[in-house]
């Protein structure tokens, strides 16, 4: 069954998923900071809100069409899904495997992205900037 999703709405909607995750490992990584020690006993810190920031970067990247931050982005998911792995044989927490996992998980769209992106290149045309989040906040606010 073929999907229907365009390639742009494919690449657009793995760029809302790393703008996503950015987001989210920077909003645990600023918790840990504010007190939330149990969250910075699972690593997250100073160094996790720099990734976080330059996730969402390659985010915007991918949104934009640019392939460089597309292969970064593959390379960094990748990077961190191995080293999350590797501390789970050291500590044995639930939390890496989780970490590993959502990460394995990110590497997998962004490799299925890569052919598409390059499609789109090909033909001339950018991905779907378009965030249906965005839209029903815009749309709350004009009807107001």
């Known amino acids: 069954m073929k999907s ?3 390639p742009e709405k494919r690449v657009g909607n793995t760029a809302n998923l790393i703008i996503f995750l950015g987001i989210l490992y920077m909003s645990l ?3 840990s900071l504010t007190g ?4 910075a006993l699972r ?4 160094k996790s809100i ?3 920031f330059i996730i969402v970067g390659l985010g915007y990247g991918i949104r934009y069409g640019n392939k460089a931050s597309l292969y970064s982005a ?4 990748g990077a961190l899904a191995l ?3 590797y501390t789970f044989f050291l500590t044995h927490t639930t939390s890496s495997v989780l970490r590993s996992v959502l990460c394995m998980w990110a590497v997998t769209r962004l490799v299925r992205t890569i052919p598409e992106i390059i499609l789109l290149k090909e033909r001339g045309s950018s991905p779907d900037r378009n965030s249906r989040y965005k839209s029903f906040f815009i749309k709350r606010i004009w009807n107001k």
């Open 4 to 6: 229907k999703h365009t």
């Open 29 to 31: 990584s600023i918790a």
């Open 36 to 39: 939330c020690t149990s969250l």
């Open 43 to 46: 690593g997250y810190g100073t």
């Open 50 to 52: 720099i990734i976080g």
């Open 74 to 77: 593959t390379v960094l998911f």
């Open 83 to 85: 080293y999350f792995g």
